[in-house]
């Protein structure tokens, strides 16, 4: 596959059409259809953040129990923008701040295929994706989800995260577009 750092294991569909990518992922809640829709603004409610972010060449990883290794992000508060949803992740999170916040585009959530979907979220949502540099990173303290936090290669991440797959594979390569790599 064109750009994956890792084989798709057998079984798992993969769907390619100009800018949209689809696959699917295994998250808490279930099974869920993914989609990259890129920098087009969506039509479905955004309900949460995440981002790739940079610092001195590498990107940010934290250890989130029950989860594993993953980028920052989360569920976006009441009042509370995509952008500055990542900010308060990414310091919960991983005790860093960000600046320089581009959005690269939007995964959709679609969890009309999952039997056990309890409805705690809209049953079709956009996740807000970012490349962003950490302009602070302060010591680490275990608090909130997060056991760990690591400054790893782009190359390590597709290996280390948790359930990498083409749709964060598609916005890595965005992000790293926009860096001109």
Known sequence: MKGSKRPIPA????????????????????????VWHGPEEPELPITGAHGFCFYQGEVLVCEISGRGLTIPGGHIDECESAADCLKREASEEACVELANLKLLGYIEADHRANNDFDGRYPVRSVQAIYRADVSVAREFAVQHESTDRRFVSTGELPLLHHEWNIVLQKALEAALEMDGR
Not at 17 to 33: K, L
């Open 11 to 34: 079984g798992r569909k993969a769907i390619y059409c100009r800018q949209m990518i689809e696959d699917t992922a295994h998250w808490p809640s279930g099974t869920v259809r993914i």
